[in-house]
């Protein structure tokens, strides 16, 4: 589907981009920043760190520390991200100092961050939402299951949580008392029964252009993304379009300037309502470094540096991306050679981490006109590469983070 896009003002594009954290989207920033001629340092907390392995520029240093954060972006045009952790009250003393430009900002940053605060502004702003409440006590995470006929509602920790960590499904308030010490509030949402779970992506960069990919379709696997297909299978273009359109109008409302990943369920009966979101490159579009005209992390640094966007166009019409979750064999190197061996279209990415059970340590995709062969295809290539051999496997659905 074409990419809505607006006319931005034309203006002088970022050259130095730093970027907070150094995991494997910031690694995966790396070759496009190259491609871009854009210089790109980051901040890790290790050398070994997955960015830090391939980045021609590192420092070493922590995302919470003021300092370490304000000598990055001395030597920088723009701040960007790796993940949404940075405190807020670090990049507004950048921005209220003139230091860098910081993208997404920390206004739009905080919905990311901060559950809470992202369901108050986007229940304020009408998009569709699970119901939900806010809960400072015991008390009221029993007064809030009481008021819910089925007598169980997910409880969310509002910061710090991903891939699986922080979400629970509870039926008493006993069920989170560990975590009143470390959270004075929570947030607690109706079980959705979702048919299936869906991501919408969308770029946007700061005069106002902005792109939209392919909703696609996610599989979690105990909690973690595991599957995705895109575009999602079984959406019609008018549905397509109508998802599109409600991830463009957050990234406007919420000013964001780069990736935002609108994360959402799908009913039976077609209602979609939003999970949570991410601002900046997401697991779900890891699928567009090799089968759309523009990768999310191209597309991510052309808007933060204001570049112009890419087209996000599909290059087959059909890809599958299989994240490949640590097992027990940890080294990779032998499986994947034998991965690709077997299957020559295979696209298969590393991420230099050490593998531990459930870890995401890499992904593969593949991309053509047979979904359901493509879906063969990735699915042999995880194990053969995760070192379980070419048995049959079927993926699993879990609750999503």
Known sequence: MPADSTPCSPSVPARRIGVIGGGQLARMMLGPAIELGLAVEVLATAPDESAAQGAAAVRIGRHDDPAAVRDLAEAADVLTFDHEHVPAEILESI?????????????????????LRMRERLSAAGHPCPRWWRAASPQEV????????SGRLVAKTPRGGYDGHGVRVISSSADVADWWELHPELLLEELVPFARELSAQVARRSGGE????????????????????????????????????????????????????????????GEILINELAMRPHNTGHWSMDAAVTGQ?????????????????????????????????????????????QDGGLKVHLYGKDVRPGRKVGHVCVAGE????????????????????????????GASA
Not at 102 to 111: C, K, N, Q
Not at 142 to 149: P, S
């Open 142 to 149: 029993d007064a809030a299951l009481a008021a819910e006929t």
């Open 210 to 269: 902005s792109a939209a990919y392919p909703v696609v379709q996610s599989t979690q696997r105990d909690g973690v993304c595991f599957e995705v297909v895109a575009p999602a299978p079984g959406l019609d273009a008018a549905d397509q379009e109508r998802i599109q359109q409600l991830a463009l109008h957050i990234a406007e409302d919420l000013d964001v300037t780069g990736m935002l990943a609108v994360e959402l369920f799908e009913t039976e009966d």
């Open 95 to 115: 921005l209220d100092e003139g230091i860098a430009a910081v993208r997404p900002g920390p206004a739009a940053l905080v919905h990311a961050q901060d559950k």
């Open 297 to 341: 992390f191209e597309q991510h640094l052309r808007a933060v540096a204001d570049l112009p966007l890419g087209s996000t166009a599909p290059v087959a019409p059909h890809a599958v991306m299989v994240n490949l979750l640590g097992g027990q064999e940890s080294d990779l190197a032998r499986g994947m050679r034998a991965a690709m061996e």
């Open 370 to 397: 047979d979904l359901e062969d493509l879906r063969a295809r990735a699915h042999r290539a995880e194990r053969l590469i995760n070192g379980g051999g070419d048995a049959a496997t079927e993926t699993t659905e």
